[in-house]
């Protein structure tokens, strides 16, 4: 499967399932299909590498340095997330509208599935996917620094696609900043740790404070 292929289509099943089908549940799961199953059948059916090796090679092993990396650069996002939104909730967020659209997306209702699938599905899944899949795959043509910026610049790019309708403009596009920044932070994480775990964490956390300032301020 072509690079553009794997950098471009998870842009796309956000885009069909937002912005053209207008449902939660929907984007979920062409979102979250694509991240899961193009790794798992490359490397278990097309490369036919044992799953213990593959799981080796997505540095899917704990290491001790990584995983405090993670906890506390995670707590940092997590404040960092959370303190400006409580601060200027006002400024940020048309509450009413987001309502509305978190309503006609099929978003409302039990949070509790919501809150599982955001901060634990999520952060495994896309850093699976960007900061070990396709990170791999782009070494083949680029440096490493070099792959870390084209997986946080397409890992940035699908967050557009949420942002424009979740916050006043033109803070959606302020808001690529810092997810970009992310993007190269838990790149280079999983580099210099040779593990995914770090930036799974933090990644985690990371969803954790979005998923705080939804329940507080915007439920």
């Given at each position: ?134 990170y791999q795959k782009l070494l083949r ?79």
């Amino acid at each position: 499967m072509g690079i553009w292929v794997l950098l471009i289509v998870p842009t796309v099943t956000i885009g069909l399932g937002l912005q053209l089908m207008h449902s939660v549940p929907i984007t979920f799961v062409l979102f979250y299909s694509w991240l899961l199953f193009v790794p798992l059948i490359d490397f278990l059916f097309i490369q036919k590498v044992p799953l213990d090796e593959a799981i080796k090679q997505l540095g899917l092993h704990p290491r001790k340095n990584s995983i405090a990396v993670g906890v506390l650069s995670g707590i940092i996002f997590g404040l960092i997330i959370v303190i400006p939104a409580s601060i200027l909730t006002p400024i940020l967020f048309d509450i009413n509208e987001i309502q509305q659209t978190l309503a006609g997306w099929g978003f409302s209702g039990n949070k509790g599935w919501l809150i599982l699938i955001l901060v634990l599905v999520n952060p495994l899944l896309e850093e699976l996917y960007w900061r070990a899949y396709v990170y791999q795959k782009l070494l083949r043509k680029v440096s490493s620094y070099a792959a870390i910026g084209w997986t946080a610049l397409f890992y940035t790019t699908y967050h557009l696609l949420s942002l424009i309708t979740l916050l006043k403009w033109p803070f959606p596009l302020i808001a690529l900043l810092p997810v970009f920044i992310a993007g190269l932070f838990w790149g280079y994480l999983t580099r210099r740790s040779n593990s995914l775990i770090g930036s799974v964490i933090c990644h985690a956390l990371a969803d954790g404070g979005i998923m705080a300032v939804y329940v507080l301020y915007l439920s």
